[in-house]
């Protein structure tokens, strides 16, 4: 499975961006699609997930209510809705999917991941 993510930019707080995850070559591997960001000198930390079958999702408490996951199967693309952006989401964004369907309880640890996108910057000053 190969990951694309754009969307990245730099945004005033309180702004909002989307990112999206284009997933091509073998996408039945990818049931479980999440998030993920990494500020420097930090680790990188889970932001949301989707299972992609049933559409469920979860999120990291730290976004909750501001970010929304989701997915249109017909584009093999899973999106991420940042609204009300603050400085701390500043970090670089990564999309990351795995074929495991327990993804309520793997979404958010990133040694369950097989696949992982190059990552897309985003920047809130």
């Known amino acids: 499975v190969q990951l694309v993510e754009s969307g990245g930019g730099s945004v005033q707080p309180g702004g909002s961006l989307r990112l999206s995850c284009g997933a091509s070559?073998?996408?039945?591997?990818?049931?479980?699609m999440g998030w993920f960001r990494q500020a420097p000198g930090k680790e990188r930390e889970a932001v949301a997930g989707?299972?992609?079958?049933?559409?469920?999702?979860y999120y990291a408490d730290a976004v909750k209510g501001r970010f929304t996951i989701s997915q249109d199967n017909a584009k093999n693309t899973v999106y991420l809705q940042m609204n009300s952006l603050k400085p701390e989401d500043t970090a670089m964004y990564y999309c990351?999917?795995?074929?495991?369907?327990?993804?309520?309880?793997?979404?958010?640890?990133?040694?369950?991941?097989?696949?992982w996108g190059q990552g897309t910057q985003v920047t809130v000053s």
């Open positions: 990351a999917a795995h074929s495991s369907w327990m993804c309520g309880v793997t979404w958010a640890r990133t040694e369950n991941y097989n696949y």
């Open positions: 070559g073998h996408t039945y591997s990818s049931n479980c």
């Open positions: 989707i299972r992609t079958n049933s559409g469920s999702t």
